[in-house]
């Protein structure tokens, strides 16, 4: 089994250019504004408050136009696929289950799956439907229950540290993502191919 993360693996974009954004065109403070939402990010990407609901908030907070404040128009401008990532993800079906487990709020999911075709992959587990997310360990044993995997019959592929750190430390085999050339050779190491 293949796990897979979504922002910063498959799908190149980070929200830190969207707060740049605001911030040069309503001049507010980029880190404020980041410091504001973040407080809302368990919540948000466990399900429990919407986007909407969070962006009313931060409209309010900042004094910026709500109608202004569309995260979804801006990641689909700036989204970038990892083409060469995904073609490779699909031929790994072939021999593997192949899987998405994202950390991710439900306005962005949406977003994201008009980019990415559900079909190309066995799954994909979003922490918004779940209500965890990573690195707490229930998210990783909920994935491997889904396909009645143990944790040394999965590797997981993650942009952050702290994720692969979630996942090392339930005995999954873990790459941190620096890159296409650096994760094909690592999974080479491990005598995975498409």
Known sequence: MIIFDLGGVLIFYDDIYYYSYLSKKYNISERDFYAAIQRYYPKLYKGKVSNTAVMKLMARKFGIPSRDLKPEKYFMQHAKLNRELI?????????????????????????????IDKKMFDEIISSCSIGMMKPDKNIYEYTLKKYNAKPEEAVFIDNLKENILGARNIGIKSILFKGNTLLFKKLLELQIKA
């Open 87 to 115: 073609k490779f993800a699909i031929r790994l079906r072939h021999n593997y289950k192949v899987v998405i487990l994202t950390n991710i709020y439900s306005g962005r999911y949406n977003s994201a799956m008009k980019l």
